[in-house]
């Protein structure tokens, strides 16, 4: 285990070594110089000149290179041009947010996959399997933006339920003022006992996190029919059956026990699509995230906030693999980490 | 003394195909019964259907009655892990290949007695001692075991349950010649301390005339010939199964092709479903499907006049 643990350590490391160096030409390649975009549209050529060299912009490509990695590896991520506060500060006041989002959003998309799944498997070629199976393949086909939309217009516009954007009520901030420990408002609403804007927090959670769930969900449930079909035609399977075991524990504890590996694989797959997906969610249903400040960086040619969401992306996604990794490993006991 | 197993006329159909065709056959208690024929005849069918196990799309019709239960009448989980259990062909796939011997054994115990989990540990120990096997299997899982342990453990698992018939489903032919015998050995004392009965689905007639009391051959869904076993296979009256053990290769032969059943198993709706391929047949035997008579289903048993 730790010696697994060192050897994707070193090759995590390696690719996200790549990651900053495919950033970082990103931003020397494209037209848009950084110097123009941290003056503004009426620079002069000298201004452009000096900041160049304020900003090291001068340097060969290798030292700035160089300075880039040691800077971010000592905390010092740049100033966003957008705002010009520390980037590093930015992302840290964002991160809960967008890190509630999609803990919510996946926790649900693997739930209703997973059960989706099981049982269009065990319905197979009924009008339910078909009703799943469309279901599933809408999730996965349906862009993030438009569903946003759509759920606003039935929940919010239609039916009147759900509140529309944002984490909180306009008024919850000042009736329930949260006191922030984590930063996860459900979590901090919980834990002081604030059960008034843990249900504002909640409601306000449902649709965005129903929007990014969708994608995953749909896959999830996809692959769990298919390995399932497979698995309850499994010969173990029968076996449970012969010993007399319950067609529920049969489904449930035998055939979906060796159902979830490959699930997992492809739910830790899916989860590089629902981070950017949260970029659309989050503009969509203006969640004070990582994803809109990504957005507002994007249209802005903010390269230090761009470059700095991206590695932290980059990390999200090598560690979400890793655990991908050593929870396969768990679940079957074949599969070595090696 | 009353049938433990009684089946009569077994019939399994899967869309158009027919492949059991009134199979009737009986067990009883403490009984070893053969069901042999070769690969296709209906045998592993007929076991399945007795534990309600037929695979999807399958339907059965005819009567399966298991120590007073109808199995095709009524609920199958009435009587699988109870009163029957199978033993597999294949110990490396039969075992769920995720979670531990012990873990499988507390997942069967526990849905029949409810017992406590360590319980459970404590009575899957005791049964992996009555299979020679040690205790430390029951934290492994099966692909770190052999064929032949994970068919001890698959016994052991079998006994779990305390049933009163075991089907034995060619659980010996995944294995090499000589632990076949020492399964077959471990089954047959267990089948004296314990005194089940056993269905012992075979196409090794050798392993059947070793442990046998009775036997059923069967050919295309029907059965061809019983009687006990020694009888049966000693001397042959129905010409199938006279071709049978001829076709076994003896060292003590001499040199030369090794016999066969020309031709390949019809399943014609008239007339005996062996006469395309025996040596024997006359015209009444295309015509006319033979009733079964004194244990044998041949219009001249004992060889053609």
Known sequence: MIRFLMRRAATSALVLLGVMLATFLLARVVPASPAVAYIGPKAQPEDIARVERELGLDQPLHIQFWNYLTDMLTGDWGDSIGTKQPVLGEIGERLPATFELLAVAMAAAVLVGVVLGVVAARRKHTKLDHLIRLLSIGGVSMPAFWLGLLLQVVFVRALGLLPPTGRLGPDTPFTYPITELTGLYTVDALLTGNTAALGDAVLHLILPAATLAAYPAGVVARMTRATMIEMLAQDHVRTARAYGLSERTVTWRVALRGALPPVTTVFGLTLAYSLTGTFFVEVVFNWPGLGQFAAQALLNVDYPAIMGVTVLGAVGYVLVNLVVDVVQARLDPRVGLA | ?305
């Open chain 2, 1 to 305: 003394m009353s049938d433990l197993l009684s089946v009569e006329d077994l019939e399994v159909s899967i869309g158009a195909v027919r492949p059991v065709r009134g199979v009737s056959l009986r067990v009883a208690p403490g009984e070893i019964v053969g069901v042999v024929g070769e690969t296709g005849c209906g045998k592993t069918l007929t076991g399945l259907a007795v534990l309600g196990l037929l695979p999807p799309g399958a339907r059965a019709s005819g009567r399966v009655v298991l120590g007073g239960d109808d199995v095709l009448g009524g609920d199958p989980r009435a009587v699988r892990g109870r009163k029957v259990t199978m033993v597999f062909q294949n110990p490396g796939t039969a075992f769920d290949p995720v979670t531990t011997i012990g873990g499988q054994f507390a997942r069967v115990l526990r849905a029949h007695t409810g017992c406590s989990r360590r319980a459970a540990r404590a009575r899957a120990a005791e049964l992996l001692t009555a299979v020679e096997l040690p205790e430390r299997v029951l934290d492994n899982y099966p692909h770190q075991l052999s064929g032949g342990m994970l068919q001890r453990c698959m016994i052991a698992l079998a006994l779990s349950c305390e049933p009163s018939l075991v089907i034995a489903d060619e659980a010996t032919t995944a294995l090499d010649v000589t632990v076949a015998r020492q399964i077959l050995r471990l089954l047959l004392r267990l089948q004296r301390e314990h005194g089940f009965g056993v269905m012992f689905v075979t196409h090794n007639l050798a392993e059947a005339r070793d442990i046998c009391d009775r036997v059923y051959v069967l050919y295309a869904g029907r059965v061809a010939e019983e009687g006990m076993a020694h009888a049966v296979l000693d001397r042959p009256r129905h010409p199938y199964t006279r071709a049978l053990l001829a076709a076994l290769p003896r060292l003590d032969a001499p040199r030369g092709r090794l016999a066969s059943i020309p031709g390949s198993v019809s399943h014609a709706e008239v007339g005996c479903s062996f006469a395309e391929r025996c040596p024997d047949a006359k015209d009444v035997c295309r015509a006319e499907t033979p009733p079964a008579h004194d244990g044998v289903a041949c219009h001249f048993p004992g060889g053609a006049p």
